[in-house]
């Protein structure tokens, strides 16, 4: 049984949906969302630490000075417990993710330090950006949805390029009928978007 209101991922889903719905732009979103993400996490690590973890002396040694608690640890554990909210199974993938990316994106800001980790992040985040905005003007020739929600592009997008993997490799789907349902609004939503471009055109 789906949620209601801002869990709705059936609501949101299908919004998503309807602004991906050429082949080619869904696998350069599949390609870009998470490293965008990643890169993010990059660059946040150089924020002010709330917290070193090396100086509990629990963690083995080559994660001494690497794993700190700062702004781009609460973004990952925001991130992760907001899909985990969405979907139990789905979104505690996603969370582990948060986790991989938080834990592999502290040790490569280790290793490359602010002086070069910035010009890394700047020129991954170009590179991403660029190919889903061609994304969406060549193959799906309709604005990117950050236009219309900026929230579900930023927030929810790297769950929903999960979710479009999981449902395609295995079929998986949150709940029996989703998918079904959330077809119906995205062809529903098109359909409607397509009228008032006509209307706008003529």
């Given at each position: 049984m789906g949620k209601s209101g801002?869990?709705?991922?059936?609501?949101?889903?299908?919004?998503?949906?309807?602004?991906h719905s050429n082949p080619?732009?869904?696998?350069?979103?599949?390609?870009?969302?998470?490293?965008?993400?990643?890169?993010?996490?990059?660059?946040?690590?150089?924020?002010?630490?709330?917290y070193d973890l090396s100086q509990d002396g629990i963690l083995p040694s080559p994660f001494n000075h690497a794993l700190v608690l700062n702004y781009g640890s609460v973004l990952a554990l925001v991130y992760g417990l907001f899909y985990f909210a969405f979907d139990k199974k789905a979104g505690s993938l996603a969370a582990l993710l948060c986790l991989v990316c938080w834990v592999g994106a502290s040790f490569v800001a280790v290793k490359l330090g602010f002086s070069l980790a910035w010009k890394v992040v700047l020129a991954a985040q170009l590179i991403c950006w660029t190919g889903q905005f061609l994304g969406h003007g060549v193959f799906e020739k309709r604005a990117?949805?950050?236009?219309?929600?900026?929230?579900?592009?930023?927030?929810?997008a790297p769950f929903?390029?999960?979710?479009?993997?999981?449902?395609?490799?295995?079929g998986y789907e949150p709940y029996p009928?989703?998918?079904?349902?959330?077809?119906?609004?995205?062809?529903t939503e098109i359909k409607e978007w397509k009228e008032k471009k006509q209307k706008k055109i003529t």
């Open positions: 801002l869990f709705d991922l059936e609501r949101h889903f299908a919004f998503y949906g309807a602004y080619v732009n869904i696998l350069i979103h599949t390609l870009f969302v998470w490293p965008i993400f990643f890169t993010g996490l990059l660059l946040f690590y150089f924020t002010p630490s709330f990117p949805a950050l236009l219309d929600n900026l929230a579900q592009a930023f927030l929810m929903f390029v999960l979710l479009e993997v999981l449902q395609t490799l295995f009928g989703f998918h079904e349902s959330v077809k119906a609004r995205v062809d």
